[in-house]
């Protein structure tokens, strides 16, 4: 049950509150919704209030988007499957859904998965094309050639900057047409960023958890521009026979920090790409303690992703390419830029203090403006509801989520079985290598 559902019986009847103690424990699709940790984490309902998406397309080049879901339903558009088998947006797969309903996600009226830009279109883009080769390159040209202005590939794998002309050419083309691509460090742990996020060009993603630490099996390296929320991670997608899924991986801070992109590019239109992730980079949270002390510091790169911020403070443009490298051997082409004054109620107590979910959570100010008697039936009624969370009744269906590969399903016993082993991301001319699809 949400806080907004308890304010409006609060305003109802004695008795109206008295049979809410009788009523049925909490649904899992609320469940859903309320795991969600980064939506109070970004300050949802703030980020909505300035951009929502709206007229921005953002390719998701992954194992394809189910369209039938009913938390993109109408959201994803036509897309292409080089290997012709209609894999788009009819996946076997569910990581590309993953990554689609952290982007673009609108739920389904209050319940389900929402992402940062729930007006954002999706575009998805199979992976793989005929005999299993990879089509990532020629990907990235589709997708800027029907217009996306943000390309999402939450795929990883080995491979210096460069030792792919194919890939480095296309995210050239995308940078060109002024296409944000935005890829994943990699979930190894180790201090080298994956490729394709290590190309010049690629706004490079680590993961974080809810309290702003670093994620250990994040990546990190020189080309990390940017953190964003990535551990148990609430995503729509068939895993395991349910509709939800639950993981950790910079996958998902990448779709995170994509759909971001999208609301920057809705609200400030004129920006080209790599303007756009400079206001990503200017306008992120500082870590707590980055290693070193310094910022650009290779795991968390300038920061984590603060979407309110990145709409509303006083940043100049900057030049076209932004924090983008442009060659090989620059780890970044960013010239540090002065972020300016914020204007007024764009403070972090406006926006939501990231690691601490609590200062953006809706009502909370409401809650200690309500008097005598209703605040106590409140008090009661967040105690029997925190109560049936923790402890189902008979019959009561937990959280229909499944872990995502090789990951124990944690404190969440209930959850499904792993889903089934990831595809493989192969350069041409090479044998299959294992791709890490960004969970673990």
Known sequence: MRLSGALRICGATILAGASLFAAAPVSAADQVRNDQWANSYFGLERVWSVSRGAGVTVAVIDTGVDASHPDLAGSVLAGYDPSGQGLSTKPTEAHGTKMASLIAGHGHGPDGVVGLAPDAKILPVYKDGAGGTDAVPKGIRWAVDQGAKVVNISLGGPGAPGSDPALTEAVGYAVKHDALVVGPTGNSGL???????????????????RNGRIWPQSNYGPQTLISAPGVRIVSAGACAGSRYCIGDGTSDATAYVSGAAALVRAKYPK??????????VESAK??????????????????ILSPYDALTKDIPAGPEQGPLATT?????????????PSPAGAGPAAA???GD???????????????????VLLVVIVLVVAR???????????PPYAPAPGRPPGPHPQYGPPAPPAPHWQHPGQPHQPYRSGHQ
């Open 328 to 340: 090989a051997d620059a780890p970044t082409g960013r010239t540090p830029a002065d972020s300016g």
């Open 191 to 209: 201090g080298s960023v994956e490729s394709p996020a290590n190309e010049p060009g690629v706004l490079a993603v680590g993961a974080i958890d």
């Open 286 to 303: 500082p870590p707590a303690a980055p290693k070193g002390g310094k910022l650009p510091d290779p795991h968390y790169g300038y920061g």
């Open 352 to 354: 939501g203090e990231i």
């Open 357 to 375: 979910p609590s200062k953006s959570a809706p009502g909370v100010g409401v809650l200690l403006a309500v008097g005598g008697g209703c605040a």
């Open 271 to 280: 920006l080209t790409a790599g303007q756009v992730a400079e206001r990503l």
């Open 388 to 398: 049936s969370r923790r402890r189902p009744a008979p019959g009561f269906a937990p």
